[in-house]
């Protein structure tokens, strides 16, 4: 029977990074990942230090060359289906019928956008339809915006994006949860909002074109922020395994993404959604080093 001293969930930037610094500190370590990355839709990456600028699938590929230099490192192209915690050890199933034991276990496993259901807005994300103004705010600064959304963040999120342009447009599909305070001051500051229901996004080739509403108003914009993608974990092993959540729906971890379950781990998007790349990498290193320095103090005894 092997057993692995850590199992990790995903290899994004956060299991990618977490296995890279468990396999230069010597530990045997399985990666599962089904490479389905949350960011596949866009063209590019933004804001990874010596990375701004790079396609999603040159970054992976260059993160599992990095990986692949440490021969203590496994990396399987499998689907995680359930886990389970039994005598101190982690039994990790997959779809493909394979089995895993491992000490350790980091969930790295992103999370999925579940995009607002209008017309033509799938065909636009990662494109001309963005989620993150630090992600691709820089490249429009300055252009017309839309801004679409209707969640209670939808105010902060259209301050945040005047940071990078004057020229916005709000569109809240349907009647919005602003209060009459914030809607005068986006009147004040010259922003438009729109509370027509959205009839579809009408784009070419992923560019957006117009936003058309239910009213029959056509309004010409070729960038759009969404300030909600519906983003939803990937997956369900952290509550079968017993994590907790916070108030606000994400699930409990305490330092290094450590979790109540003695040697489970929750690093980057899957503990709190939007990470970043770099955020998702920091944690993925945090979470190594502090289970590693877990397994040295063990290893002493
Ligand atoms: C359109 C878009 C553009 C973005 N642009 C940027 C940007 O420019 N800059 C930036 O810093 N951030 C950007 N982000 C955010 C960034 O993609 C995430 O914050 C980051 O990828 C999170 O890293 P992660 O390793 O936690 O998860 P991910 O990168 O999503 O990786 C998770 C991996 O786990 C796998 N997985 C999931 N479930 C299982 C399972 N059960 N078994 C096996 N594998 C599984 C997935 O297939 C995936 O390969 C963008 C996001 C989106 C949606």
Known sequence: MNVWDVAIIGGGPAGLSAALVLGRALRSVILIDEDKPRHAAAHSSHGYLTRDGISPSAFRELGREDVRAYELVRMEHDTATGAKKEDDHFHIATASGKSYISKYLVIATGARDQLPPIPGIQESYGISVFPCPYCDGW????????????????????????????????????????????????????????????????????????????????????????????ARDATTIPDELGVGREQDGQYETMEHGSTHIEGLYLIGDAKHYFTGLIGSASEGYEAGVAINRRLVEEDWV
């Open 139 to 230: 490249e429009h600064r300055g252009e017309p915006l839309a801004i679409i959304g209707s969640s209670q963040s939808l105010f902060g999120y259209v301050q945040l994006i005047f940071n990078w342009s004057r020229d916005l447009s709000v569109f809240t599909d349907g009647a919005s949860m602003l209060t009459l305070e914030q809607k005068q001051a986006l009147q004040a500051r010259g922003i438009a909002l729109y509370e027509q229901p959205i009839k579809s996004l009408r784009s070419s080739g992923g560019q957006l074109e117009k936003i058309m509403l239910e009213d029959g108003q056509e309004i010409a914009r070729r960038i759009a922020f969404l300030s909600d993608t519906g």
